[in-house]
Structure formats: C-alpha cells, structure tokens
C-alpha cells in the first residue's frame, strides 16, 4: 500500500450534472506530445496519451486553442474559429480525439475567444478595408483625436495604447491584448450571431463544454469614456495598464445578456458545461453576475490562487466564503496552476520543501468545494522552468522584460520519459525546453513508484470521485489560524473532516478538532492527533 495515501473507496455516485464537483484536466496542446517530429505538441499527441489522463481519475479534459491562428499569442489569436491549425493537424484529427475521450469516459472542453480574432480573420480583412459594407463595424473603430494621437487613454494588457492607427481606413482599432488581436464589437446581434455560430459548429462535433476565455472583455463602453487612474495601493506596476481602473474599457453591463444567449444555445444540446474565465479587480462581482441563476454560465474560473505568493489557511477560507451555498448564486471552479501563472510550487514553497508540500497540496485541492481543474504536468509536481531572454516565446514578456515574468516557463513539454533526450515529448528539440528538474519527475519514472505524486494525486481524485461529501459537499470552516485549517464537507448523511498543516513545522492538533472516525487518507505522517510538518489527512466521521 502507499505509504503517503491509505485510501478507502466509496461506491461512485450517479451525477446528473457532470460538472459538478468535477475534476478537469487543463491539456496546453503545444507542450503535451509531439507526434510529427515538428518540435510542437499537436491533436493526436492528445490522443496517443488520453490514457494517462484517464488513469487520473478526472472527469474532463480542457484543451486551450487549438484553432487556426498565427499564432501571435499562441492560439488565443484566432484567425479561423471553425478549423484547426495546421500546426497542430486537421479536423479529423480533433474528431479522433473526441472519440477517444469519449470512448476513455471523459468529457471535452474546448476554449472559445469571443472578446477579441486574430488580425488575419478573415472578418478583420473584410471590416478594415472599408468604413462601410456588411462587417464595417464587427470591429471597435475610432476617429483620431484633433492632434492625431489615440481616441482615449485606454491600456493594453500587454502595454502601451489599446489603439493601433490603420492607414485603409485612416481610423484607429482598439485592442485590449496585443495589436494582432483586434478587439470584437460584441455590441453588435450580428457578431454574437457569428460566434454563437462558432460554438454550435464545436457543439455539433461533439465537444461537452466551453471554457469562455476573457469574457469580461467580451463589452467596451461605445462613448469610449477614459479609464480614471489607479490608486496607488503600494504594488510594482510593470506595465501602463497598472495604472488605470478598468471600468471603461471592459466589464460593460450588457455581457450578461450576451452569456444568456450563450447559455440558451448551449441548454440546446445535452450536459454542456460553461465557464467564464474573469480577471481584474471586479472580477468577483463580475464573476457572480455571470453565474447567476439558471440562464447564465454553470461556473466562473477565478484567479484567487493562480497569483497568490502564499498558499495560507486564511487564503482558502476566504475564497470558499466567496460562493456560499445558496439559491442563485453560481459554482466555482479553482486551479492552482494554468499557462499563464507561475507553477505552483515555485511560488509556495522553498526546493526542499516540494516534495511533502505538493502531497500536501493534492489533498487540499480534492477537498475544495467547487471543480478543481489540474493543469497538465501538475500531478508530476512540475515546477516553474527559468527561460533566458535568448528563448523567451512569450510576447508579453518579451516586450515588459524583465518586470513580467515570463508564461513560458510554465508552458514548458510535458516530461513522459526520464531517460530520453526530450523527455519523450518529441524527436526533434521542443519548441521550449524541458528543464532538468522537471525531466527528473517524468510519468514513467513516478508510473513505476508506488509513493509517487502522480499514484497519490491518482488516489485522491478517485476518492474525490466517490464520496459525495467531497465531491458536492457543504463546506464549513471550523478552524483557520496562521498554520492550520479545518473544514468538514457534508453530504448525502456524510461528513469529512478535512485537516491541514501549511508549514514547515509540526503543529498541534487544532484545538475542539475530534480525532476520532475513519481515515480515509493521510499524507507526510498525519493521523489523528498529530500534525507533522505539511501534515494533512482527511476523517469520515462516524455517526
């Protein structure tokens, strides 16, 4: 038996909602397998490895654009919504890899980008070469200002104005990313209707759900009001877009109309599932309005832990208070790690700690009320890789270096063979590279250790998968201080004690805490009554 995880299964429940409580799998397709020995990871690397997703235990698959794009910002700039790049295969390729998943028991999610195309869109073409026509005004166009200069103050993300003067129609576009990707006019039925008509295409082809990339983007204020300046709250800005409150640019009251039309398609189908990807300061609120009731998304995917310094009780409890259990108010979705953030352990624990805090951190993970979404390679422990500026892909790092750090060194090749050269991902040298430490936590290494994070990580989403408490459970805080957390999920007539140690340091058993009842996991030595250092372990109370 695994030392760092007694387990004991429950019957699985029979969920009507798929989604809920579920445990996704976020797949980068440029960095999960190479199968054409072009050094970037493409559709059927996908489904050569579905099977290690599935061994997981997860329910779902995310898999981030994969559509035709120049690839700008890597695929979050669309140029097709209806294809998929050559880079990486064809749409018989994507259908392969449908059936597979479907065939292995898991669900398909696919991102969808409805703030903003690719500057090669074809709709992009068609609207910038002439102020009037059909498409004239699917894009956000604006007049110069009496001096020339931009329209407004308004930032891009990823710095400098969120205007680009263009010659053909002697106007300036508005971009809230790069300048590549042209911001949509999402105002207008008939650009909704387009990308509605994109969705239903994805719909059709089997996909389950939607990850809604940007969403409180999706809507500008048509007056083009300037952005009030920032308060200064005491933090390092890196870039011009620090230094404005995004109320105008962004976040227009009229998005959730649009998320109902979204929703009302997708209820269309069978059991698709839809999540809103919201950022900034209002992102909370934002992300209630977006989730709230029956007409609106299932979930909201928010950034509470993806930028956090520290991984804390007080961190924990305060993001599950967010999203108490009552009518009307939407489901969260968490992750610890994505392609845009560091990875987690680089930024929550020192080198020597990794090993103890990531068992620590699985369980914490399948304890979480919400969808917990596991980003590829999190289950490997990897960790964030140093990308010199010499090798650096990622644009935003490229042009604020070196004040933002870079996503590349998240988004480096998934490590499947210790021994091999390129760690198994391709035959030819990746597109970024491995780094050491990671190829030394490659699958097949950990696939042959019984006390590997991969086993636990395993372990602990089947228990997740079969115990209700756990999956859609009530979540109550009993106990929260510098170093430890209590909660008992409940459900169905079962309760689970939940107890963690966040530090480095052994603790006392939380005072009124009972240390009696079934353990169904512990992991770094923690039973009943003791709190090793990383210590945690999960107790189904016994009635």
Same mark, same amino acid.
């Given at each position: 038996?695994?030392?760092?995880?007694?387990?004991?299964?429950?019957?699985?429940?029979?969920?009507?909602?798929?989604?809920?409580?579920?445990?996704?799998?976020?797949?980068?397709?440029?960095?999960?397998?190479?199968?054409?020995?072009?050094?970037?990871?493409?559709?059927?690397? #996908?489904?050569?490895?579905?099977?290690?997703?599935?061994?997981?235990?997860?329910?779902? #698959?995310?898999?981030?654009?994969?559509?035709?794009?120049?690839?700008?910002?890597?695929?979050?700039?669309?140029?097709?919504?209806?294809?998929?790049?050559?880079?990486?295969?064809?749409?018989?390729?994507?259908?392969?890899?449908?059936?597979?998943?479907?065939?292995?028991?898991?669900?398909?999610?696919?991102?969808?980008?409805?703030?903003?195309?690719?500057?090669?869109?074809?709709?992009?073409?068609?609207?910038?070469?002439?102020?009037?026509?059909?498409?004239?005004?699917?894009?956000?166009?604006?007049?110069?200002?009496?001096?020339?200069?931009?329209?407004?103050?308004?930032?891009?993300?990823?710095?400098?104005?969120?205007?680009?003067?263009?010659?053909?129609?002697?106007?300036?576009?508005?971009?809230?990313?790069?300048? =590549?990707?042209?911001?949509?006019?999402?105002?207008?039925?008939?650009?909704?209707?387009?990308?509605?008509?994109?969705?239903?295409?994805?719909?059709?082809?089997?996909?389950?759900?939607? /990850?809604?990339?940007? +969403?409180?983007?999706?809507?500008?204020?048509?007056?083009?009001?300037?952005?009030?300046?920032?308060?200064?709250?005491?933090?390092?800005?890196?870039?011009?877009?620090?230094?404005?409150?995004?109320?105008?640019?962004?976040?227009?009251?009229?998005?959730?109309?649009?998320? %109902?039309?979204?929703?009302?398609?997708?209820?269309?189908?069978?059991?698709?599932?839809?999540?809103?990807?919201?950022?900034?300061?209002?992102?909370?609120?934002?992300?209630?309005?977006?989730?709230?009731?029956?007409?609106?998304?299932?979930?909201?995917?928010?950034?509470?832990? +993806?930028?956090?310094?520290?991984?804390?009780?007080?961190?924990?409890?305060?993001?599950?208070?967010?999203?108490?259990?009552?009518?009307?108010?939407?489901?969260?979705?968490?992750?610890?790690?994505?392609?845009?953030?560091?990875?987690?352990?680089?930024?929550?624990?020192?080198?020597?700690?990794?090993?103890?805090?990531?068992?620590?951190?699985?369980?914490?993970? #399948?304890?979480? /009320?919400?969808?917990?979404?596991?980003?590829?390679?999190?289950?490997?422990?990897?960790?964030?890789?140093? #990308?010199?500026?010499?090798?650096?892909?990622?644009?935003?790092?490229?042009?604020?270096?070196?004040?933002?750090?870079?996503?590349?060194?998240?988004?480096?090749?998934?490590?499947?063979?210790?021994?091999?050269?390129?760690?198994?991902?391709?035959?030819?040298?990746?597109?970024?590279?491995?780094?050491?430490?990671?190829?030394?936590?490659?699958?097949?290494?950990?696939?042959?250790?019984?006390?590997?994070?991969?086993?636990?990580?395993?372990?602990? +989403?089947?228990? /997740?998968?079969?115990?209700?408490?756990?999956?859609?459970?009530?979540? =109550?805080?009993?106990?929260?201080?510098?170093?430890?957390?209590?909660?008992?999920?409940?459900?169905?007539?079962?309760?689970?004690?939940?107890?963690?140690?966040?530090?480095?340091?052994?603790?006392?058993?939380?005072?009124?805490?009972?240390?009696?009842?079934?353990?169904?996991?512990?992991?770094?030595?923690? %039973?009943?009554?003791?709190?090793?250092?990383?210590?945690? +372990?999960?107790? =189904?109370?016994?009635?």
């Amino acid at each position: 038996m695994n030392r760092m995880a007694q387990i004991s299964a429950a019957p699985q429940a029979d969920h009507q909602e798929w989604w809920r409580g579920a445990a996704i799998y976020q797949i980068y397709p440029r960095s999960f397998l190479d199968t054409n020995g072009d050094g970037v990871g493409d559709l059927p690397g #996908i489904t050569q490895r579905l099977d290690h997703v599935a061994a997981l235990g997860v329910d779902a #698959i995310w898999v981030s654009p994969f559509y035709t794009s120049p690839m700008a910002d890597f695929g979050y700039d669309v140029a097709d919504y209806c294809d998929v790049d050559p880079i990486f295969g064809t749409l018989a390729d994507f259908d392969a890899l449908v059936a597979r998943a479907h065939d292995l028991g898991l669900k398909v999610i696919v991102d969808q980008v409805y703030s903003h195309t690719s500057d090669q869109h074809a709709w992009f073409t068609e609207c910038r070469a002439n102020r009037v026509g059909p498409k004239a005004d699917w894009y956000v166009w604006a007049d110069p200002k009496p001096d020339g200069s931009p329209p407004n103050n308004w930032q891009s993300v990823f710095g400098g104005p969120a205007w680009t003067w263009d010659a053909r129609r002697g106007q300036y576009y508005m971009h809230n990313f790069l300048p =590549e990707q042209p911001q949509l006019n999402c105002h207008l039925p008939a650009v909704q209707d387009a990308l509605l008509g994109a969705a239903r295409f994805w719909l059709d082809r089997g996909v389950d759900g939607f /990850r809604l990339d940007a +969403l409180n983007f999706a809507m500008y204020d048509p007056a083009l009001t300037d952005n009030p300046p920032a308060p200064d709250d005491g933090k390092v800005r890196t870039r011009p877009f620090d230094f404005q409150q995004h109320v105008h640019n962004q976040s227009h009251a009229a998005i959730p109309q649009f998320i %109902e039309r979204i929703r009302a398609l997708c209820d269309s189908y069978d059991a698709v599932f839809t999540m809103a990807e919201v950022g900034g300061s209002s992102a909370l609120a934002e992300m209630h309005a977006f989730t709230a009731g029956d007409a609106r998304l299932n979930s909201a995917y928010g950034f509470d832990f +993806l930028y956090a310094d520290r991984l804390t009780p007080a961190l924990v409890a305060a993001a599950q208070a967010q999203w108490p259990d009552r009518p009307g108010t939407g489901w969260p979705s968490w992750a610890f790690e994505n392609h845009d953030a560091p990875r987690a352990l680089s930024r929550w624990c020192a080198p020597d700690q990794r090993a103890p805090f990531a068992r620590m951190k699985a369980m914490l993970m #399948i304890a979480l /009320r919400g969808n917990v979404i596991l980003y590829q390679g999190e289950e490997l422990g990897l960790t964030q890789v140093e #990308i010199g500026f010499d090798q650096l892909q990622d644009p935003e790092a490229i042009a604020n270096w070196p004040l933002t750090l870079s996503r590349d060194g998240a988004r480096t090749p998934m490590p499947w063979a210790a021994q091999d050269e390129h760690g198994g991902f391709s035959a030819a040298a990746p597109w970024l590279p491995l780094g050491e430490e990671n190829l030394a936590q490659a699958a097949d290494r950990q696939r042959q250790d019984p006390d590997s994070l991969l086993h636990l990580t395993t372990a602990l +989403l089947q228990l /997740r998968r079969n115990n209700p408490a756990l999956r859609s459970g009530s979540f =109550e805080v009993l106990h929260a201080d510098t170093a430890t957390l209590v909660v008992r999920r409940r459900a169905d007539g079962q309760a689970i004690l939940c107890v963690f140690n966040f530090t480095a340091e052994p603790r006392p058993w939380p005072a009124g805490t009972p240390a009696t009842g079934r353990v169904l996991s512990a992991v770094n030595g923690a %039973e009943p009554g003791s709190m090793p250092p990383y210590g945690a +372990l999960l107790i =189904e109370e016994l009635s």
